[in-house]
């Protein structure tokens, strides 16, 4: 269920929003499915807009495991899946789903050959992690850059956060891929609608897991007034 709302909205740093997670993680709550069951309704509602093939960019961490659970739910409804997993890291389970679901692991130079061949690209390759240097290496800078200099490209759909972005200042350098619609977990990032976010997030999609209370209570906000979509996948079975 989503609706939408133009009102002030608060947005917090990625150091917030993992202390919000962790108690909710420690009593065992799905965060991760919920989160992935939100980014496939919000890419099945782009597919069908622009139906065609899909293509998952997979990083190392829970940013790539959200995109793969979620690829697996895309198999039934876009051409194909194609998943690269743009580190020598993965996680495991969620591209065990992916794949036991039909999506299909291609390498770096496969992938960057057929690059316009997709309608939609899943951008999981960083999310909130915690890094010194975001800035996009090796393959995952390649295929980027090769996303960015097509003509026409696919629609993106951003996994928590456009890859690169710092998701509390919203610095960002040249090699990040702007997103058509960013489904964000847990709460908004302040990198969202700081420096460069509002021009690389597109449209916003917040994905309810419970933090917003104890962030409330625990956490400054910046507050933006910017349209966000909510998305709701804890009252689903
Ligand atoms: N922890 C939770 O409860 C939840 C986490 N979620 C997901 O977890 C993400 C955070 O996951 P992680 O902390 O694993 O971190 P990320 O998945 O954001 O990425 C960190 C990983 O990227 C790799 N990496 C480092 N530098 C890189 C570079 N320059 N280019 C590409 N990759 C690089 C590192 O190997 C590192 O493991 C969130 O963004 C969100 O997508 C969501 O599922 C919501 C629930
Ligand atoms: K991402």
Redesign the pocket.
């Known amino acids: 269920m989503a609706e939408s709302a133009a009102a002030r909205v608060a947005a917090y740093t990625?150091d917030a929003v993992?202390a919000a997670?962790?108690p909710?993680?420690a009593e065992g709550r799905p965060?991760?499915r919920?989160?992935?069951r939100a980014l496939a309704d919000v890419a099945i509602a782009e597919l069908r807009v622009a139906p065609g093939a899909v293509l998952v960019l997979a990083?190392?961490?829970?940013?790539?495991?959200?995109a793969l659970f979620a690829a697996a739910d895309l198999v039934a409804v876009a051409d194909r899946v194609d998943v690269v997993l743009?580190?020598d890291?993965v996680?495991r389970e969620a591209l065990d789903a992916a794949v036991a679901a039909g999506a299909r692991v291609v390498s770096v130079s496969e992938a960057s050959t057929h690059v316009d061949e997709y309608a939609l690209v899943l951008d999981?390759?960083?999310?909130?992690?915690?890094?010194a240097?975001?800035?996009?290496?090796?393959s995952?800078?390649a295929l980027v850059e090769r996303l960015l200099a097509l003509p026409d490209r696919p629609r993106v759909v951003a996994?928590?956060?456009p890859?690169?972005l710092d998701?509390d200042d919203g610095t960002a350098d040249a090699i990040v891929l702007p997103a058509d619609v960013t489904v964000t977990?847990?709460a908004l990032k302040a990198g969202l609608v700081r420096g460069r976010g509002p021009g690389l997030a597109g449209r916003v999609h917040l994905?309810d897991?419970g933090l917003e209370p104890y962030l409330r209570r625990a956490h400054p906000a910046v507050t933006a007034a910017i349209e966000v979509v909510r998305e709701d996948p804890r009252t689903r079975a």
């Open positions: 990625a993992r997670e962790a909710l993680l965060l991760m919920w989160a992935a990083g190392a961490g829970d940013n790539g495991g959200d743009v580190r890291r996680h999981g390759i960083l999310g909130i992690g915690r890094l240097d975001r800035r996009l290496r090796g995952a800078r996994v928590d956060v890859s690169g998701p977990f847990g994905v897991l």
